[in-house]
């Protein structure tokens, strides 16, 4: 019993002794006699003092001097430090042995150079796996960064292959008019290919599938010479084609602004109709509901493009051309036919004289110019379009004695007021402008950079020769502009 005591103590006062090595702590140091012993040295001597007051009761029971307290012995504490476990403590070894702190701390207790090495080694083993951490993750991020890079890539790449092969269809309405003839012969793939070769469709495909969705009875597209548009959706390019014949319809296309013997003559080229019955029924604007003050159709063939069935006659071509202007004036807010002739001669001078951007500030100056209390102009107008137009010709050029004509109606420079007629046709914006003029205080304007357009106003003459002058200074620079 008393055996198994000592060995309890003995095991007790181990445990004791690691913990606190463990802990950094060590055993109380006093004053140590000369030389004075630290570290490691007087730790182990404090441990082989603490062994012979343990010994001594052990060796008065056992003379033999064969006692089992030798596993406990001082050189094998030292031994088991450099793997530091004990048996029935393999958690606390195991815990030192993962701490590099607790090594740190007993290298600086023991002071001993390789233990300093070693608490060195363990602190940079530690940064090295911090660094190699940090690395690891660097990388894997750099990895997810060019993975989704690729992957978006690779999206819009197939996006725009696929786009090739499968374009959008065009919005429409279509650009330029273009002639489409359609061969004897020619199935659904040819006509699709050639429509797409011209621009007309923006794929074969769509125009395939848009005729099988059509819902005409028959799908068959008749040999022929049909009228279609630049860039037209397939559907309305089916809608013209599928199970029409080409001479059922005949189409006309008048630009803004044309006058009226240019538009007859264009009407006729389109339909067929004779010129002369054309010219005749333009003179009798009355049969188409205009009033009396009206002489002629000059600016109520409104511009745009138009079918008509084949056996549609004189009158209703030009009642549906003159339908279209009444509408034009409706949609401006003007219901009276009197105040719209007056806006249709404002807007063709606007047509003839602006750029569209500049349409409603020109409407504001000849209204300025209209008022005959003016001190500017005292009435005249004197523009240029509506002289030339008195003349026949569409050069603005003319003589100082042509600009004193006054057997020239349309000599506004002579003339006070509008011009006796419209000086074409205008189109919606300018007849918008004309219906809403901008109040403003100029009386002039002139262009001064005939590539870009570029116009500038002034409320007085003097003003006014000053852009002029910008004006004869930009055509000295540009001699084969001007």
Not at 92 to 100: I, K, L, M, T
Not at 230 to 255: E, H, T
Request: proline share 6%.
């Amino acid at each position: 019993m008393r055996e198994e005591a000592r060995h309890e103590r003995q095991r007790e006062t181990h445990r004791a002794l690691y913990e606190r090595f463990a802990a950094g702590t060590g055993l109380p140091i006093e004053q140590p006699s000369e030389p004075e012993l630290t570290g490691t040295g007087h730790y182990r001597q404090s441990l082989a003092a603490a062994e012979d007051s343990w010994q001594e009761p052990a060796d008065q029971e056992a003379p033999d001097g064969e006692g089992t307290d030798t596993r406990f012995l001082p050189a094998q504490a030292a031994a088991a430090s450099d793997a530091p476990a004990f048996a029935g403590h393999e958690d606390a070894a195991q815990h030192y042995s993962h701490e590099p702190e607790a090594a740190q701390q007993a290298a600086v207790l023991s002071g001993d150079p390789h233990d300093d090495q070693v608490a060195q080694a363990a602190a940079g083993k530690a940064q090295r796996r911090k660094r190699t951490k940090r690395k690891r993750n660097l990388v894997m991020l750099a990895t997810v960064l060019i993975f989704a890079l690729v992957v978006t890539g690779s999206v819009y790449f197939v996006k725009s292959v696929l786009k090739q092969f499968n374009p959008d269809d065009y919005p429409g309405p279509g650009g330029a008019a273009v002639e489409f003839t359609v061969e004897d012969g020619w199935g659904l793939k040819i006509i699709s290919r050639k429509l797409e070769e011209l621009d007309v469709v923006s794929s074969d495909g769509l125009f395939t599938d848009a005729v099988a969705d059509s819902e005409a009875q028959s799908k068959l597209i008749h040999p022929g010479t049909y009228l279609l548009k630049k860039q037209m959706p397939a559907a309305d390019a089916a809608d013209i084609l599928v199970n029409q014949r080409p001479d059922k319809v005949f189409y006309i296309g008048l630009k803004a602004n044309m006058r009226l013997d240019a538009a007859i003559k264009e009407i006729a080229k389109g339909s067929g109709l004779a010129e002369k019955d054309l010219q005749e029924l333009a003179k009798k604007p009355q049969q188409f509901g205009l009033p009396a003050s009206v002489p002629s159709l000059e600016g109520w063939l409104h511009p745009g493009e138009y079918r008509f069935p084949l056996n549609a006659d004189a009158e209703e071509v030009l009642g549906e051309l003159v339908k279209a202007t009444k509408a034009s004036l409706e949609q401006a807010g003007i219901t009276d036919l009197e105040e719209g002739y007056r806006t249709l001669k404002v807007a063709s001078i606007l047509q003839a004289e602006a750029r569209t951007p500049d349409y409603a500030t020109v409407a504001g100056a000849i209204e300025n110019r209209l008022d005959p209390g003016n001190r500017e102009t005292h009435g005249l107008l004197q523009v240029d379009s509506s002289v030339i137009y008195g003349l026949d010709r569409y050069s603005l050029q003319f003589s100082a004695q042509e600009k004193q004509d006054a057997s020239n109606k349309y000599n506004t420079y002579v003339h006070t007021g509008l011009p006796p007629t419209p000086l074409g046709s205008p189109a919606n914006s300018a007849i918008e402008a004309a219906a809403h003029p901008e109040s403003n205080g100029y009386y002039y304007w002139v262009t001064v950079n005939i590539e870009t357009g570029e116009t500038k106003f002034a409320s007085t003459y003097a003003e006014h020769r000053q852009n002029q002058a910008e004006f004869r200074a930009w055509c000295n620079q540009n001699p084969g502009v001007c």
